[in-house]
């Protein structure tokens, strides 16, 4: 069999007892012939692999071992080939040439997985060959792209390779000429097909990657809407998804800290307004994550008083400046009970609020910040358990006025 011919070929040619040095050009021959010898039998280009290594020096030749073994030669600067055309110096066996479907490339990641795992010391040098190949893309055909995007999203899934390898696909050279975009579709869909997109996104969060997906793209495109449009386009959702929600919340951590320091400041109210929705424009942020973050900061820029008949009367005042700040953020039914669940969690978890609620609610119903509507919305069925029956029981006497005052009747 082609198996047993090269490993007969190589226990000749290279003696167990005797260890030598050669030069690239007869380290190249003995892997083409292996591969060649091998044909499409991965099982046997692993045992040859494997056998081989005790011998030849993949210590010192690593980068040629991973050229032949992904791109059927040695590669020049670039991603050239170096010998191309000469059958005796390049090998039709290698991810390349294999056939671009993703059960393939498993078997070829298979290889590298047990080629890695019996010379351990060769996987620093295989995280560098894929860097250096994903700067190379230029040099590669569209299929041998694809291939490559699969074999990596692969090994990616399985733990052979890290994430940060992705940062080459950041490079201008890959970027401009939208081959970091594509490629990385390929690659993500390959990995997603090993896992699932919660391993993929936690994995590039661990690696500080999920704030550089834009980088993907040329500098003129790089924001979300083209991100997702792209990613949707092309079957990923997940990650569509997964960048709104990451620029989401950069986007309020940003907002949070503008506008803690412009409280700080006492920034007048008219002022901070107009600011909060040119941001919630320009981010597609919606009223309901905005109305609460309003809420938290707002509550966090006083140091509150320790004595609960004290507090009351310090919040009411400290909110009823603030009230026009949030009447423009509560113009929706659902921003409305956004904030009455903030109040009520609030009111909950800090115990000297507990009797303030329904002051609040009152202070809010009054300066047009929250309406008849949601108030009556949140008593019946829209409440969290947190402090239920207290706050409701709060409420009582204000609701049953809500629901029998006449037109004009205030409440006292």
Request: aromatic residues 10%.
């Amino acid at each position: 069999s082609p198996r047993d011919h090269s490993l007969t070929y190589i226990r000749q040619r290279f003696p167990t007892d005797e260890k030598e040095k050669f030069e690239p050009t007869v380290f190249r021959d003995t892997i083409v012939l292996g591969l060649n010898e091998a044909g499409g039998d991965l099982d046997a280009v692993a045992k040859f692999l494997d056998v081989t290594g005790s011998r030849l020096d993949y210590r010192r030749y690593a980068d040629t071992l991973f050229d032949i073994l992904i791109a059927g030669s040695m590669l020049a600067p670039g991603g050239t080939r170096i010998d191309e055309g000469d059958k005796a110096k390049v090998t039709e066996h290698c991810v390349f040439t294999t056939e671009e479907n993703h059960a393939n490339l498993r078997r070829y990641a298979q290889v590298f997985n047990k080629l890695i795992r019996r010379y351990k010391y060769l996987q620093n040098a295989f995280e560098e060959e894929i860097k250096k190949l994903l700067l190379f893309l230029k040099a590669f055909s569209e299929s041998e792209q694809t291939k490559l995007a699969m074999l990596t999203g692969i090994l990616l899934a399985n733990g052979t390779l890290p994430p940060p390898i992705l940062t080459s696909l950041f490079s201008d050279n890959v970027v401009k000429e939208g081959i970091s975009a594509s490629f990385a579709v390929k690659l993500f869909k390959a990995w997603i097909s090993e896992k699932d997109a919660n391993a993929v996104t936690s994995a590039l969060r661990k690696a500080n990657l999920d704030k550089k997906l834009l980088e993907l793209f040329p500098a003129s495109k790089q924001n979300v809407e083209h991100f997702s449009k792209y990613f949707n386009e092309s079957g990923l959702k997940e990650l569509s998804d997964f960048m709104r929600v990451q620029q989401s919340q950069g986007t309020r951590k940003e907002l949070q800290k503008e506008l803690q320091e412009r409280l700080s400041q006492d920034c007048p109210i008219r002022e901070m307004v107009v600011y909060v929705k040119e941001e919630m424009k320009r981010s597609a942020l919606q009223e309901q994550a905005v109305i609460g973050l309003l809420w938290n900061i707002l509550m966090n820029a006083v140091e509150w008083n320790k004595k609960e008949e004290l507090v009351t009367e310090q919040a009411l005042k400290h909110l009823k400046h603030y009230a026009p700040l949030l009447a423009a953020f509560s113009t929706q039914g659902q921003s409305e009970l956004v904030l009455l669940l903030r109040i009520q969690e609030y009111c909950y978890d800090n115990i000297h609020f507990m009797k303030s609620f329904s002051k609040i609610v009152v202070l809010f119903y009054k300066a047009d910040v929250l309406s008849e509507e949601a108030i009556l919305r949140w008593y019946k069925d829209t409440h969290t358990t947190k402090g239920k029956g207290v706050f409701v029981e709060q409420m009582k006497k204000f609701v049953e006025w809500l629901q029998n005052a006449e037109e004009g009747n205030v409440y006292i």
